[in-house]
């Protein structure tokens, strides 16, 4: 990333310097609300993609619109029993392999 001085800087400097350095509590609190927006936005994908409400996916899994419209608004992240059961009402697999073997 370039800076307005057309020096070259870290994003990890810049995410240390608006979130705080890695670890810290602040820095927690904000990966783990970039981790919700970003499965929000993985299963309205996959929902619309599935070409389904959000209320027909609500009925599949035994729950309702409101709750799908949190998890996709990023507001609330399902247990992971949930996400297992929304990832099969939309055909979809989880893999569990390591990401670099």
Known sequence: MRAKNNEIRSYSAILDKKYGVQGSPSRLEAEQKAYSFYTGLLIEEARKEAKM???????????????????????????????????????????????HP
């Open 53 to 99: 409400t959000q209320e027909e996916l609500a009925k599949k899994i035994g729950s309702n619109k409101s709750y799908i419209s949190k998890v996709e608004n990023g507001k609330t992240e399902p247990k992971v029993s949930t996400f297992y059961r929304i990832a099969a009402a939309l055909g979809l697999a989880v893999d569990l392999r390591p990401l």
